[in-house]
């Protein structure tokens, strides 16, 4: 008889990992800190409005599929591809450009600027290509038992790649194109990183590669928040419930094996196998009291970026609008490299705005739009205060106002603030930062936290600070990853008795 397992949150990770563990005729139960499923894809409705609060698109769709498959189900949403990927506005640039995958078209935007652009990006993404092959099923598909286990699997990657080790996202980027216009649009997937392109290893231009040409990207029908809604349909009809509102605070043990979660009304939480889809280092450190996850200790690990989001409700439409859309300030250089630490940066911020109404018209009332801003940030060890947001909040809409030639504060009917203060409040993420740990060179594969506990044998964990890190398709396969071991101890549990 397979065992019950109590998972901890209920973001994709957590989703995943219960619709793969019950399909494999696990007992699942899921306790929720929030009010609904998703973690930080999630959604708000608000004034007849509806809001992706989280990420608005995704990658790597043959994983969500995967997923689907190997659990005998259809995929619980519908998907379209992006093309253009998204439109990037420069300052005093009236210009704006559009990521094709095609590259002819790509590359014509470009006559003036890069000339050559057409030969520069086919040899680019060839490196990118490789760079994609030679590592992902190596180090981020798998797990590692230990360090050997990951050095023994670093050795397979082909050493031509070593020289990207030793250089930023920026340089590689700049080693084959002339132009900052050209420069500055390839680099801006480091951002979806939780990083900059100053910061971010070359390793990552593999992700130049999965937009333009293996994957690209994808929007859902309806809204981001069909993903959640779909996978929790599939939950109920496996007799797979969610507690809401049910923060986990401390734990009961007996030697090697956690008993128990207690929750902040002293309700106690039992199951044979424990996973924490909560952030792995956070939720090591606030509730298992580790001293090596103290909230001291975790400052001293790097750090995504923190994240202002504006939720806007306007009372007009915006044709000239694209769907998904970047606006960068005269400063890109400057700004990227100082927005992690220097409140002062967002004196000239560089911005993405979603329009979710576009093509999904039920998501706001007629005649109206539904917009969704994200500006990165210092996190709260850099910013601590936030009572100026709604003075950050509002240069950004006077600078979109700017740009689109069109004054939108008389139009606003709705709008909403979420500062890293409200990240860290809603879903327990460490000073705010919007992605958790970051994926420095030092931070990955086996040097993230690992996906299985160092004292009790019965806890494993999903999601973004564990392996393999951030990012919808790598919350995917995290669940995987998990499941497997899930399924190892199980195995091991079930011959230990058999023996007795």
Not at 166 to 188: G, R, T
Request: aromatic fraction near 12%.
């Amino acid at each position: 008889m397979k065992q019950s397992v109590l998972i901890v949150g209920a973001g994709i990770g957590g989703l995943a990992t219960a619709l793969r563990l019950s399909n494999q005729g696990y007992k699942v139960h899921i306790v929720e800190k929030h009010h609904q499923a998703g973690g930080r894809l999630n959604q708000l409705q608000k004034d007849g409005f509806t809001f992706d609060t989280g990420p608005s698109f995704f990658s790597m769709s043959y994983e969500f599929r995967e997923l689907a498959q190997s659990c005998n189900i259809r995929l619980p949403f519908d998907f379209i591809e992006l093309d253009p990927l998204y439109s990037v506005n420069f300052n005093n640039n009236p210009k704006t450009y559009h990521l094709y995958k095609d590259i002819n078209k790509l590359a014509a935007q470009f006559e003036q600027e890069e000339p050559d652009f057409d030969r520069k990006i086919k040899k680019y993404l060839t490196k990118c290509s490789r760079l994609f092959h030679d590592t992902v099923d190596i180090v981020i598909k798998q797990n590692f038992n230990s360090m050997l286990d990951y050095l023994l699997a670093l050795v397979k990657v082909n050493p031509s790649h070593i020289p990207v080790l030793f250089k930023k996202f920026n340089q590689q980027v700049k080693s084959y194109f002339d132009s900052k216009e050209a420069q500055q649009i390839i680099s801006l997937v480091a951002f979806f990183l939780g990083r900059t392109p100053f910061d971010t290893s070359a390793i990552y231009t593999l992700l130049s590669y999965t937009e333009f040409q293996h994957d690209g990207y994808y929007n859902v029908k309806g809204g981001m928040y069909n993903i959640v809604k779909g996978l929790v349909k599939e939950l109920e009809k496996r007799q797979v419930s969610i507690s809401y509102n049910t923060e986990i605070v401390d734990f009961v043990s007996d030697g090697r094996t956690l008993t128990a979660l207690i929750d902040r009304n002293d309700n106690k939480w039992s199951a044979d196998v424990m996973v924490i889809n909560a952030d792995a280092a956070v939720f090591r450190g606030s509730v298992l009291k580790r001293r090596a996850f103290s909230a001291e200790n975790l400052d001293k690990k790097e750090w995504t970026m923190g994240y202002l989001t504006i939720y806007l409700g306007v009372k007009c439409k915006l044709p000239e609008i694209h769907h998904h859309n970047y606006y960068l300030g005269d400063n890109f250089n400057e700004y990227a490299r100082n927005v992690h630490k220097n409140p002062n940066s967002l004196q000239k911020p560089y911005y993405y705005v979603n329009v979710l109404s576009k093509h999904n018209q039920e998501c706001a009332p007629e005649g109206c739009e539904s917009l969704f801003f994200v500006c990165p940030v210092p996190d709260l060890r850099h910013k601590p205060d936030w009572s100026d947001k709604e003075v950050i909040a509002d240069s950004i809409i006077s600078d979109f106002s700017k740009r689109i030639k069109r004054d939108l504060k008389p139009e606003i009917v709705s709008q909403t603030i979420y500062t890293p203060e409200d990240w860290r409040n809603q879903f327990n993420l460490h000073r705010g930062s919007g992605l958790g740990l970051s994926h420095s060179l030092l931070q990955i594969g086996a040097l993230r936290p690992r996906n299985y506990d160092e004292q009790f044998k019965n806890v494993f964990y999903v999601g973004a600070s564990t392996i393999p890190g951030a990012g919808l398709p790598m919350a995917i396969i995290s669940s995987k990853l998990t499941v497997e071991r899930v399924e190892n101890y199980s195995t091991r549990k079930l011959k230990k008795m058999k023996a007795i």
